[in-house]
């Protein structure tokens, strides 16, 4: 059994240690993976999220997205996320955890089945696409609806490559993902 804790706190440290020069190229090959998934919508809304506490930044995606889809961000609403169209200069506001969010009312932000895309931060991944995030819950519980069906969103996780770690144990309320995104590589995860 893999101690989450210790391995979620060595690979923060290891991602918030990358030198800026390597979080801007790893923007860019991120944007460059996540273009190039097969299953990326024409239109419709893509959740993104503030990069935060040394996470691989979704910028250079945001800055390209064509004309047909929407960016939104994470807003904190009772125990889910629900997701707000949001564009660089747009006001924004602090949730509990300190990450910017757009300056809504949480209950009128979009649902979390509203979306087409989803992409989510990682704190570490396998190559069997079992995944580690904060602890917090907050995509499991927003995208739950999801293991009774395949259907949209395409869920995408995001990580630096230094985030890959041999096997991780999968959680019984861990959603799965359809793919993991690095700056390098797209892994798509075995179907089971």
């Known amino acids: 059994m893999t101690d989450r804790t210790a391995l ?12 800026a020069p390597a979080r801007i190229a790893a923007a860019e090959g991120l944007a460059t993976q996540l273009f190039a998934l ?21 910028h250079v995606f945001q800055m390209r997205l064509p004309a047909g ?6 807003v904190l609403h009772d125990e889910v996320l629900r997701f707000a169209p949001w564009r660089a200069g747009d006001p924004l506001v602090t949730n509990r955890y ?15 089945s509203a979306m087409a895309l989803v992409v989510a931060p990682l704190v570490g991944f396998d190559a069997r696409g079992n995944r580690l995030g904060m602890g ?8 739950d609806f999801r293991r009774a069906q395949s259907a ?3 869920l995408v996780g995001a990580a ?18 359809d793919a993991i995104c690095t700056e390098s590589n797209t892994l798509h995860p075995p179907t089971a």
């Not at 300190?98 to 979390?112: N, R, T």
Request: aromatic content about 10%; some cysteine; charged content about 25%.
């Open 8 to 19: 979620r706190r060595r690979l923060r440290d290891q991602r918030r240690a990358l030198p």
């Open 38 to 58: 097969p299953a990326l919508p024409e239109t419709g809304y893509v959740a993104g999220y503030w990069a935060n506490d040394g996470e691989i930044g979704l």
């Open 69 to 74: 889809l929407i960016y939104c961000l994470p």
């Open 98 to 112: 300190g990450i910017p969010e757009p300056d809504v009312e949480p209950a009128s932000a979009l649902d979390a």
């Open 136 to 143: 917090g819950g907050w995509y499991d519980r927003s995208f």
């Open 152 to 154: 949209p969103p395409l």
């Open 160 to 177: 630096f490559a230094l985030q890959q770690v041999e096997a991780l144990d999968a959680a019984q309320w861990d959603v799965p993902l």
